[in-house]
């Protein structure tokens, strides 16, 4: 366990992380800079995903950077509504370092 993780409530750090967002700007940015994509709590500040991401996926974290996403205003039927707002964290891994979701033992 890391000296991160420590500093925070494990509890918390297990509902920081909401889920992890696969698209194709997402592989994009995997593939190029070795970060990964996740779909975050509105509160969550960077070091608190960077314990969540390292204490859940046992990798070494390099950096994290921080992306909030206004929803949109959609209508449903006669009604106008809005999306919810979504926080994004691109998750840089250091080198060598590899993140599987697919739930298969590397």
């Known amino acids: 366990m890391t000296a991160a993780s420590k500093k925070f409530d494990e509890g918390r750090l297990m509902a920081?992380?909401?889920a992890p967002i696969v698209s194709e700007k997402a592989t994009h940015v995997a593939d190029k800079s070795n970060a990964v994509t996740?779909?975050?709590?509105?509160?969550?500040?960077k070091p608190?995903?960077?314990?969540a991401v390292e204490l859940m996926f046992k990798v070494e974290v390099k950096g994290v950077s921080v992306l909030n996403i206004k929803g949109k205003q959609k209508k449903f039927g006669?009604?106008?509504g809005r999306r919810d707002n979504i926080r994004k964290a691109y998750?840089?891994?250091q080198p060598g370092q590899e993140l599987?979701?697919?739930g298969e033992a590397a």
């Open 16 to 18: 920081v992380l909401i």
């Open 38 to 45: 996740f779909k975050v709590l509105q509160d969550a500040t």
């Open 48 to 51: 608190e995903i960077k314990a």
């Open 78 to 80: 006669r009604s106008i």
């Open 91 to 93: 998750v840089t891994l």
């Open 100 to 102: 599987n979701f697919s």
